[in-house]
């Protein structure tokens, strides 16, 4: 198969599909592998790296979309790229569709095999290929929060494990998932005073007991919600329901009774958002205030740490990519039930459930999709 990666263009986006080692391991099986020129340059993996390893190069992104069988990204498609993509192509890649009616309408057209990271699921029932960014996100949660804390950056002037003497920061974390733990564990380390907030009481006992006390778990309530809220220095979004829309948790009344100075950090943003004043940001204008309340709503959280973040990803979807590669699509879909889970389009139909109830279009099932 003829594998290609183009270069991100989403704003401030560094990460890259495909390592050069990961590259090496898919010409090792026998697969063609194209690069558009500098793809990873700024992240430390030049051309050079790229061709040792067993790739061409190639100048634009349209000779990779225009030659490739497969494309391997990192976030999802930009109008311009979804344009670029053809019946019969694989794309695989973040998609995010459930708050985004145009890139969907834009997939469907384009009648491409689109398979999204977020939605790949394995036997333990987790989501393997979003755990890494999740947890990227959820430890840079804790740091833009703590930075948005400070007065000069628009916060109320608090250090968030405070000092002797003086208290620290309230951090409420609403999801004890990926993003919550790791948020909790950094807030923690940083000497602040956290709770979190999730709906499972036996995820509330593995909290307790992973964190050994140190943190409040708190069964969460619409009630319990607004009262740590409102005692809150720093809040971080950090729920999700696979593939679909993010629920709205903080509502506008809430928000506008937090504290003058606090801040909001939704990584939840890429489906949606989970504040009611939540909109897409991006790292070159990472804030905005409403009511007084700072809002960090960063899309692409993880590609403020593009090396990390691109290492991690690749740790988890190199295998997947293989078996699409070696096996082809329709096969490795069909013999892996987790696998088929990621198909969110193919040739025109929507395939996850979540997306078409998101947008109110029709969707058919993955597995007939495939075989019709």
Known sequence: MLIGVPKEIKNHEYRIGLTPDSVKELVRNGHQVIVETNGGASIGFDNGQYEAAGAEIVATAQEVFERAEMVVKVKEPQPNECEMLREGQVLFTYLHLAPDLRQTELLVKSGATCIAYETVTDNAGTLPLLAPMSEVAGRMSIQAGAHHLEKAQGGQGVLLGGVPGVAPAKVLVIGGGVVGTNAAYMAEGMGADVTILDRSVPRLRELDKEFGGRIN????????????????????????????????????????????????????????????????????????????????????????????????????????????????????????????????????????????????????????????
């Open 217 to 372: 778990c708190v069964y969460s309530t619409a009630a319990a919600v607004e009262q740590y809220a409102l005692e809150a220095d720093l809040v971080v979004g950090a729920v999700l329901i696979p593939g679909a829309a993010a629920p709205r948790l903080l509502t506008r009344d809430i928000i506008s009774r937090m504290k003058n100075g606090s801040v909001l950090v939704d990584v939840a943003i890429d489906q949606g958002g989970c504040f009611e004043t939540s909109k897409a940001t991006t790292h070159e204008e990472p804030t905005y205030v409403v009511d007084g309340v700072v809002h960090y709503c960063v899309a692409n959280m993880p590609g403020g740490v593009a090396r990390t973040s691109t290492m991690a990803l690749n740790n988890v979807t190199l295998p997947y990519a293989i078996a699409l590669a070696n096996k082809g699509a329709k096969e490795a879909m069909l013999e892996d039930q987790h696998l088929l889970n990621g198909l969110n389009v193919h040739k025109g139909q929507i395939t996850y459930d979540a997306v078409g109830v998101a947008h109110d279009l029709p969707y058919v099932d993955a597995a007939e999709a495939l075989n019709s």
